[in-house]
């Protein structure tokens, strides 16, 4: 991330983009290979008070269609990316990230740093730097 801060960390309020899916990510190369967020049309402070209708439930956090919801709903979506992209041979610890991530308690799921760090780590493990 360019950003020293991220979206959900944000003071006073974290922002959450709430609509973490493959339709809203723009796959660019040029010299390296960039994963780009779009469509910020739902997107919203976080906690929200109320949940959002008419949105995929398998596209999106179970509680962000039902109940109160935070930024643990953009956790689940990163999650869900892992879990959706249709890439054979993904190793186990890709998936366990994946279940860390999409875990039904939002509280049990990990901070957008923590999660940054355990997916630089797993990365880590397989770069070589010249």
Request: charged share 25%; glycine share 4%; aromatic share 10%.
């Amino acid at each position: 991330m360019m950003f020293k801060q991220g979206m959900h960390e944000i003071k006073p309020k974290p922002i959450m983009h709430r609509d973490i899916r493959w339709p809203n990510i723009i796959h660019h190369y040029n010299r390296y290979q960039y994963f780009i967020l779009i469509d910020f049309d739902y997107a919203n402070f976080s906690p929200a008070d109320e949940p959002l209708k008419g949105l995929s439930e398998s596209d999106h956090a179970p509680e962000m269609l039902i109940e109160k919801h935070n930024f643990k709903v953009d956790i689940w979506g990163v999650g869900n990316l892992v879990g959706s992209c249709n890439v054979t041979g993904i190793p186990q610890e890709l998936l366990s990230f994946n279940t860390d991530l999409c875990k039904s308690d939002p509280d049990s799921r990990p901070t957008a740093s923590v999660a940054l760090d355990q997916a630089k780590d797993m990365f880590r493990k397989v770069i070589t730097y010249n």
